[in-house]
């Protein structure tokens, strides 16, 4: 789930540090869901989308993407 790290940064927040305390879970948490180590619960998602101010999907649907050679990737 590597793209919400970008999705944090979008909504102006630098650090997991910054947002740990305003999700209620700690830095290292946010950081094993940023890098895919795990997934958020739904719960979390919410709270997430929330404060990221975006929706659901962007939190839990996976990113489609086509390379130059129009070749199809999924990612979490």
């Not at 700690?26 to 094993?32: G, L, N």
């Not at 404060?51 to 086509?66: A, G, V």
Request: charged residues 30%.
């Amino acid at each position: 789930m590597k793209h919400l790290k970008e999705l944090r940064q979008k909504a102006g927040y630098k650090t997991v540090r910054e947002v740990a305390p305003l999700l209620n879970v700690t830095d290292s948490m946010i950081y094993q869901i940023e890098e895919g180590y795990k997934k958020p619960s739904i719960e979390l998602g919410i709270k997430i989308s929330k404060l990221y101010n975006c929706s659901l999907d962007d939190i839990f649907l996976p990113i489609i993407t086509t390379n130059s050679d129009n070749k199809i990737t999924i990612s979490d």
